[in-house]
């Protein structure tokens, strides 16, 4: 049995709007697509074996490319498919660049980040980095002795 507050933490958690719920959403996407890649790079070696009609390649990199990358290598090498296709292999191992560099140009276009407000930010940044620090104020009074310590020096001198 779940005591009261465990399970009001969890409602909590996974109410829908919150972090969690979207972190729980996209795990099991995640878990979709690579079960469903997973299981089309089966099918294909089991049509492969037995001489029937073939998953596309573009299919099986769609899937891939889609969420199921971990999915397809792993049936990939666990399969010993499409192994030693070398244009599909370089491919599939570019696919799981793709849907993160989708991600990262809607976040993009969405926000209000425009190339001039990067590049002022750019600008801004490079200059302070180069900057040269203003001159020191001419003052008539001597600069400061470092004190001395040990035998013979003065400990109340300044």
């Known amino acids: 049995m779940i005591p009261a507050y465990t399970a009001r933490m969890i409602t909590e958690l996974i109410t829908p709007g919150t972090t969690g719920f979207l972190a729980l959403c996209l ?13 089309a790079f089966a099918i294909d070696k089991s049509r492969a074996i037995h001489c029937q009609s073939r998953i596309p390649e573009r ?22 498919h499409k192994t030693r296709k070398q244009p599909f292999g370089i491919f599939l191992n570019l696919s799981v ?19 001039d407000k990067v590049s002022s ?14 001159p020191a104020e001419a003052t ?12 013979g020096s003065d400990a109340t001198a300044p």
Do not use: C, M
């Open 27 to 39: 795990a099991g996407y995640f878990l979709l697509a690579n079960a469903l890649a997973y299981t």
């Open 121 to 134: 930010q750019l600008t801004t940044q490079t200059q302070d980095l180069f900057a040269t620090s203003a």
């Open 59 to 80: 299919s099986l990199l769609i899937l891939a490319t889609l969420g199921g990358w971990l999915g397809a290598k792993v049936a990939q090498h666990r399969l010993r």
């Open 97 to 115: 660049l793709l849907l993160p560099g989708l991600f990262a140009t809607a976040l993009i276009l969405q926000s209000d980040l425009t190339w």
């Open 140 to 151: 008539t009074e001597a600069p400061a002795l470092p004190r001395r310590f040990g035998p």
